[in-house]
């Protein structure tokens, strides 16, 4: 009886140490599972919310627009006179209704037409200056605030209207978003704000100067990260009578929207989380009572899996699915999402790779766009980027550099009588020279026949004797008489080193580089025969 008690004593320590090995193992399997899960509906989220936000301000946006349009002639007396006289106008900073403007006005109105009636009697156009000016103050308050409203009703961040100019790359503010107090007559506001083109740059606020210039909405946002904080903003084009005006726009928070993606997220994972946990002490009941044995191997291979993560193991789990019962179905279903994982992983891992090129094609076609498509050397652009960055390290105390300009000789003599094949062939000859003579300096081509060398290390110790050997060399080729003609090119140089006396910038040494390049230039004018 003893004997018989030991043994059913050590079973069911058995039975229990399975159940609680395979208890641990699955939860462990579900936690990896409810983060991958908790990835995907993140990602699935984000997408959807950000579309959803998106067309909830691109609403917004029609219902201003909806709103101007009723106003029709009075809005275009706005647009109209704004740009004239905003100037003149004198918009207190705190106002919060527009009635008071709009009394000021009907008042002065009265006593220059008392019995004239403004609109049907006496026009926008009419009115003497002052008049105009007062009517433009309420206008301007008007519309400031059924923007503000707009905002604050929709918990948006910013409503504000624009009106983009693509020849000047400036950005003129119809209604502005903030309130910014004028520094000449503190009081009142800055009305009818032009951005310096370097505020909206065309390369960088793509979808502002997209959604003007193609006049429709765009179905993205502009991502912006500035003074005002981290905002997506939306733009669509105003049109009167079939005319582009303006561009009204909505802007709402990064951040605020990335914690309801997150915070929806979390809650439907909560859900599947709470899910799996029910289902897992169900199992657990019912697995204790009636499968223990097959369970244990079905265990077993799933703590195969969680070791190895080899997808061969699901061929074994499938092996236990035997008959139509629930441990059967559990042995496939297990089977099948191991398979599933597989493939989730392997995708995970081709999405990475096909990650990792995008990366490295974008990162070739910057470099790309930084080089001259003739030559081969660094660009226009490359030398303004270098210029930048030189200014900046010269704001942190360094000199030791400078600036060399070259400049081909009787390229258009070239081009006008053997072609511009032949002149580009001169070109890159003269490119070579340089970047041979200039060897541990960058070397730009600046503009047609144009070169600047950013002398640096070694050749900034050596500049001098380095530009004696260019002109040695170009005097050598001047008298190649065996060469054709576009190859014996003749050139200009000018070298300036940084003076911490006379010069703050980079433009400046380049400017004097420059001014010794031309004057010997001039002195080469007619010394070279045809």
Wanted: net charge negative; aromatic share 12%; proline share 2%.
């Amino acid at each position: 009886m003893d004997k018989y008690k030991g043994i059913k004593t050590e079973k069911t320590k058995k039975i229990n140490t399975l159940t609680v090995r395979f208890a641990f193992i699955f939860f462990i399997f579900s936690i990896v599972l409810t983060a991958v899960v908790c990835a995907v509906l993140f990602r699935n989220e984000s997408k959807s919310f950000k579309k959803i936000k998106l067309e909830e301000i691109r609403n917004v946006n029609e219902y201003l627009e909806t709103i101007i349009q009723h106003d029709g002639d009075d809005f275009k007396d706005y647009y109209k006179y704004l740009k004239q006289y905003h100037d003149k106008m004198d918009v207190p900073f705190d106002f919060e209704e527009y009635d008071t403007a709009l009394d000021v006005f009907n008042e002065e109105f009265k006593k220059v037409y008392p019995d004239a009636q403004f609109g049907i009697d006496v026009t926008i156009d009419e009115l003497p200056e002052d008049l105009l000016l007062l009517y433009l103050i309420y206008d301007y308050e008007y519309w400031t605030l059924t923007f503000e409203d707009a905002c604050e009703v929709f918990d948006l961040d910013y409503t504000y209207m624009i009106l983009p100019d693509s020849d000047e790359g400036t950005v003129a503010y119809l209604v502005d978003a903030t309130r910014d107090e004028r520094d000449d007559k503190p009081g009142y506001m800055e009305v009818y704000i032009i951005d310096d083109p370097e505020e909206n740059p065309k390369d960088k606020v793509k979808v502002l100067w997209n959604t003007w210039e193609k006049g429709e909405q765009l179905d993205e946002f502009q991502k912006w990260e500035n003074e005002y904080g981290n905002t997506y903003t939306c733009y669509t084009p105003l049109y009167m009578e079939d005319e582009k005006v303006a561009l009204i726009c909505a802007e709402i928070d990064i951040n605020s929207v990335n914690k309801e993606i997150l915070r929806n997220s979390l809650h439907m994972s909560y859900v599947v989380g709470i899910v799996m946990l029910i289902c897992l002490a169900f199992m657990l009941w019912f697995v204790n009572r009636r499968y223990l044995r097959r369970i244990s191997m079905l265990t077993e291979n799933v703590k195969e899996y969680s070791e190895s993560k080899d997808v061969a193991v699901a061929d074994k789990v499938k092996k236990l699915a035997v008959g139509k019962t629930e441990v059967g179905e559990l042995a496939r279903q297990t089977s099948e999402m191991m398979l599933e994982i597989d493939d989730y992983m392997r995708t995970l891992v081709y999405t990475n790779k096909e990650l990792n090129e995008s990366k490295q094609r974008e990162r070739d076609a910057q470099n790309m766009a930084m080089k001259d498509g003739l030559t081969g050397i660094r660009n226009k652009t490359a030398y303004e980027n270098m210029r930048e960055t030189l200014d900046n390290r010269v704001l942190e105390g360094f000199t030791e550099f400078g600036v060399a300009m070259a400049d081909m000789n009787y390229l258009k003599l070239i081009n006008d009588t053997y072609g511009h094949d032949k002149g580009d062939l001169a070109i890159v000859k003269l490119s070579r020279i340089i970047c041979n003579v200039f060897k541990h300096s960058p070397v730009f081509r600046i503009g047609g026949d144009e070169f600047a060398v950013i002398l640096m290390g070694e050749d900034y110790t050596n500049a001098d004797k380095l530009v004696e050997k260019f002109r040695g060399m170009i005097s050598e080729l001047s008298r190649e008489w065996s060469l054709e003609k576009w190859d014996r090119i003749s050139a200009a140089i000018g070298m300036a080193k940084f003076d911490p006396l006379r010069d703050l910038t980079v433009e400046s040494v380049f400017k004097r580089a420059d001014d010794i390049m031309y004057n010997e230039k001039v002195k080469m004018k007619g010394v070279r025969r045809w």
